[in-house]
Each structure stands twice: as structure tokens, then as C-alpha cells.
């Protein structure tokens, strides 16, 4: 291991490349999954589905500054749907008669 910080230290004082002669072994093949496998859509065999999406607990109509929101929902799994271009949760402000999205 020594050695190997030697090529670095020297490579570095020299401003040259370190030759790689320790590529790791690919195990990818190797690895295991501990999740479930993804059936497509929310299965629910444990709870009602329709619950899906809904907020429990909803925002105030109006805040002051500092104050703290919080809101409950009842989420999915997301590995269903990753949202690539969307959000699971959007925070809004009433613009006008707009609602446009926080970031």
C-alpha cells in the first residue's frame, strides 16, 4: 500500500499520470438485491389503496414568516414512478390567482 501513495506522491511532484495497475475485479454480476421486485404499481395487500396521494393533514390558509409548515400525505412507493421531469411534493404561493411552484 505504501507504494502505491509513493506513485501518487511521485506522480504529483512530477505532473504526471499514475499508471493504474490495480483495476477492481467487477462483481456486478455478484450483487444482491435486498428490495422487493417492483410489481408496476402500488400494491396494497396491506391497507386500502385509496388512500393513495391524499393529505392527512393540510396546510393554514395563511403563515407568517418563520412559522413552520407541515403537512401530511400519504405517499406511494417511488420506485414505481421516479417523477424524472416532476416532484413527488410541490410547495406553492398564490400568485394573483396563479399557483406558482417554490424551489
Request: aromatic share 10%; proline share 4%.
Amino acid at each position: 500500500m505504501l507504494s502505491e501513495f509513493d506513485k501518487l506522491i511521485s506522480a504529483l511532484k512530477n505532473d504526471t499520470l499514475v499508471q493504474d495497475e490495480k483495476t477492481p475485479i467487477d462483481i456486478s454480476n455478484e450483487q444482491v438485491s435486498i428490495f422487493l421486485p417492483i410489481l408496476g404499481i402500488d400494491a396494497c395487500p396491506w391497507f386500502d389503496c385509496s388512500n393513495l396521494g391524499k393529505i392527512d393533514t393540510d396546510v393554514n390558509k395563511y403563515y407568517k414568516k418563520g412559522e413552520r409548515v407541515v403537512v401530511l400525505f400519504t405517499g406511494g412507493n417511488p420506485r414505481v414512478n421516479f417523477r424524472h421531469i416532476s416532484n413527488y411534493l410541490n410547495v406553492q404561493s398564490k400568485v394573483g390567482s396563479n399557483l406558482v411552484n417554490f424551489r
